[in-house]
Each structure stands twice: as C-alpha cells, then as structure tokens.
C-alpha cells in the first residue's frame, strides 16, 4: 500500500464500464487519456464485475495512474484495494464500514466517504474520513438510485456545517457535473465563511466522451480558473484608484450640465433633484410618459426608481424606457424593494421586458430578485446580506453578462461590474443609510455621469459613485453634523465642493477613493 500524501482532488474522475457510457473502448485507454489531459484523481467502480476481473483491470490502471503520479482509488472493494496495493478506497453509506476500511487498508490508505446529509458528512469526520464526496448535486443517468438531490444549496450546507464543526476535510461534490455547469457549481458553493469545495468528481462528461483528454483539459481549466478568482474575490482588497476612475467623469458632468430625468416617488424627489443639482447636473422631475420622448431628444439620461408601483406608473415606465432607447439615451433601473411583494417581483419583469436597462442598481435583495431568485424575500427596502465577497461578485458579473448593461449592488462594500470586471467600492458612510432618498439619488447621480461620459460606462459609474460616497465620507466628520437630519445639507455642500475643485483642476478628493478589482490577479 502506498504511502498517505497531500492530494489534489480538483478533477475527481469516477469510471463507468457500462455499455450506455464506456461503449466498446477500452476502460484502461479511456482513464489514460483522461489523465493525460488533466485527471488529479481516478476511482474505480464497478459493481458487476467478478473480484478475478476487478483485480485484473485495478492492476492495469495502477499502472497507468502511478506512471502519471495520480492516485487510484476503488470503490467499495476494499479487498481489490488491498490485493492491487493502490493508495486507497471510496466507500458510500451502505458499503464497507469506514472504521474496517481502515482496518483492511492501514492508517497510510486514503479512504474518501460519500456524503448526502449534513449528519452523514459529520460523522464520516468524526470517522477519520480523509476526504468527502457530496452528493448528489444533479440528477444523472449514471446514478439512478440517488435517495435526494442536493443541488448547490444543499452541498453549501454540508460544508457550512463541516466548517462549523472545525473539520478541515477535503471536499468534492458528484453528480450531474458537466463543462456547462461546473463554474456556476463551484461559485454557488461558496458559503458564507469562504470555504470551498476542493474538486468536482465526474463520470460520463469523460469516459463517454469522444476525446476524453480534450473533456479533461476544458473541465480541469475551467476548475481551476473559477478556484483562482474565487480566491481573489475572498481576498483582502488592494486599495487604488485603479483604471476604471477618472476626474473626467466629474468635470464633464459639471461642465455639460446633463438633464437627469428622475421618474420616481415624491418621497425621493426633493433630494434627488438637490443632489443632481449639487453635481452639476440638471434635474426634472417626471413620471409621464407621453412627454419622455421630447426629454430623451435633450441629451440627458433617465432614472426609473420603482418607489411606488402602480399599473398607470408602470405604464408611464414602459413608454419612458422605450423613448430613451429609442434616442440612444442612458437608462438607469432602481428596482426599488423588488422582492417585497409578489406585484413588485412581476412588476421587476415587466420592467426588464420593456426594454434595455444601461445600469441596474441596488442593494443585494434587489439584485437576486432581478437575477431571478423569486425566493428573495424582502421587508421592504430590507438592505440586508446572505452573500459572502465571491458570490456577490459573481452575482453582479453573471447579471451584467446577462444583461449586457452595467450592474450596481450597494451595501457596506458596492460591487459594479460590466459583465467582465468587477470593481468594489469600499467608500461611503453609514449616514447614507439613515436618509430617505440617498439610495435614490445615487441612481441620480449615476445617471448624470452615464449622460457626460460616454466613453466608458463602467468607469463613468464607479467614478459617481466615489464623488457621491467621498462626500458623504467627508461631511459625516464635520464639526456641524450631529446626526442625519445634519448631515444632509452637509452632504450637499461636499458635493458641490468636489464638483468645483474638479471642474479648477483639484482631484485630490480621490486620494480618499478606496476601490478594489475583485478578480485581480
């Protein structure tokens, strides 16, 4: 029996020497061509075989796996284990007994266990487990016999609970993984302490695949590279401006005075137009559609802030979005408490159907409704999180992707991406949030830079949102704020403050700007 060493469980293959998968090749040649495309690890199974023809086969493979250094694991068989000396077994909840498995095989055998419940996955810990195998997470054909479906949620929990429970234990999940789902897997298992799945165990994806070199060098690039900016993204920040910020955005919005055509609830309206006033932009207040065509054509941008949901308000919302696409003219969409109620869930899909939307903005639960996630359940304008960094990430880029637009999700750390990059903000104070409105007139504000600064619409975006949140930074430290009620005519001054010192060549209020890119190399 070989020696225990640290293994690399990122591309977990499981055989299959059916007729429906393996065909009429050669099991051997198959998992050699897998390894050579980038297999870290090989288990054989094989319910059906005689022990004579399990050994014989286990032989052959060993030989395969140890020239390219990856381990062979058997499952169930813990006798063929033994017999062929490879370095260990797989055994699932009605196999062998981990504790004879570790009797049979030794403390230097790798011994992994299959887990479907959090109960299961603790107690194989508890067991001396070396390593899990979660499942299932998908329906699939070559395990029929599968008593629940996890599906990502379900293998988040399993490791939550291991990482509660103080486990360091390697992970893989099973069941259904393809090259078309392997990255959403592994970003939607992230939970919310950062703990990752180590690998993702396949089986028809390769063996019955034409080239399984080929499968195997795509899927293991495609682990790999998600592994990569998941940790980037739990990374700790690098502050810097970066090259999504530029004064110009700032300038350009105080020199051009841009028409920000806010259709929002009178709630909002009076500091919205305060605030675009304060950065050099110029406000109208609208929510009729009929005249939305004769304000796209004045070069300005529209801001749709779903406040009050009404059928004549959505109507007045769709005729709007259709004018401004039809001028070439920015959108900029607040889907404000969206998962609140079952009328704003459709009324979030009657929005995204009446045309395109250039920026999408809110805070988390907003976001997920707009994503799709109708089990988001808001109170209200509830700005609270479920998301660690990574999924937060992913969420704004895949929406972004989707959408072909720029996404914006406020909270502590804002995240906005355009679909490729992902950008953090890290400014703003929590004075913001103790104001009616101020989530408001950041669409506001956004809207402004979108109509002065074409040129790059994700930079436009980030560099409105570090004036607006800079400003609030530094009024909340003003010697005349005492509390929010203060705090706002404090705010407005700092706008307009950096909106001159820009506009006479002064940028040094960006010093302050404390931006990340979240998949950073």
Same mark, same amino acid.
């Given at each position: ?5 640290? $293994? ?102 790798? $011994? ?49 609970? $291991? ?359």
């Amino acid at each position: 029996m070989a020696g225990k060493k640290s $293994i690399d469980y990122a591309l977990y293959l499981v055989t299959d020497s059916t007729p429906e998968i393996l065909g009429s090749r050669d099991l051997v040649q198959v998992v050699e061509d897998a390894v050579a495309g980038g297999v870290t690890c090989v288990q054989l199974r094989d319910k059906t075989s005689s022990t004579e023809e399990l050994i014989a086969v286990a032989k052959r493979l060993h030989e395969v796996t140890k020239r390219a250094g990856v381990p062979l694991l058997i499952n169930d068989r813990v006798d063929v284990a033994a017999a062929v000396r490879c370095e260990g077994a797989h055994v699932g909840q009605d196999d062998t007994d981990l504790a004879e498995a570790r009797r049979i095989l030794g403390p230097d055998a790798i $011994i992994g266990v299959s887990a479907g419940t959090v109960e299961e996955a603790l107690r194989a810990c508890e067991g001396g487990a070396d390593y899990l195998g979660i499942g299932t997470v998908y329906a699939t054909q070559t395990k029929k016999n599968s008593k629940v479906i996890l599906g990502p949620g379900g293998v988040r929990e399993i490791l939550a609970a $291991i990482a509660e429970g103080g486990y360091d234990i390697p992970t893989v999940c099973i069941g259904g993984i393809n090259q078309s789902n392997v990255q959403f897997t592994l970003e939607q298992t992230v939970t919310s302490s950062g703990r990752t799945l180590d690998g993702v165990a396949v089986v028809s994806v390769i063996i019955a695949a034409s080239d399984p070199a080929r499968a195997s060098s795509h899927l293991l690039a495609t682990i790999r590279e998600t592994a990569r900016k998941t940790t980037a993204a739990l990374g700790t920040p690098k502050f810097g401006t970066t090259s999504y910020v530029t004064q110009d955005v700032v300038k350009r919005v105080g020199e051009l005075k841009p028409i920000s055509h806010n259709m929002t609830n009178l709630v909002v309206q009076n500091i919205a137009a305060n605030v675009a006033l304060a950065i050099g932009a110029s406000p109208i207040m609208s929510s009729y559609g009929e005249e939305a065509a004769d304000l796209a054509r004045l070069g300005g941008a529209l801001v749709i802030n779903m406040g009050t949901v009404t059928p004549e308000g959505l109507a007045n919302h769709q005729k709007a979005i259709k004018a401004y696409n039809e001028a070439g003219r920015p959108v900029v969409y607040d889907p404000v408490g969206a998962g609140a109620t079952a009328i704003r869930r459709a009324a979030v899909k009657t929005i995204m159907a009446a045309g395109h939307l250039d920026v999408i903005k809110g805070n988390e639960g907003e976001i997920k409704t707009v994503f799709g996630n109708d089990e988001t359940q808001q109170r209200g304008v509830d700005s609270s999180s479920t998301l660690n960094a990574a999924q937060k990430a992913y969420l704004v880029r895949d929406l972004a992707a989707r959408e072909g637009n720029i996404v914006v999700m406020t909270g502590e750390t804002d995240y906005v991406s355009d679909g490729t990059a992902v950008v953090r903000v890290h400014n703003g104070h929590k004075f913001l949030g103790e104001v009616t409105g101020t989530g408001c007139s950041l669409g506001t504000t956004i809207s402004a830079a979108l109509a002065a600064y074409p040129e790059s619409r994700l930079s436009a975006v980030v560099t409105a949102m570090l004036h607006y949140e800079i400003a609030a930074e530094v009024a909340a430290v003003r010697a005349d704020v005492q509390g929010p009620g203060t705090f706002v005519p404090a705010f407005l001054d700092e706008l307009y403050r950096i909106r001159e010192a820009t506009t006479g060549g002064d940028a040094s209020w960006l010093e302050r700007a404390r931006v990340s890119d979240a998949f950073a190399r």
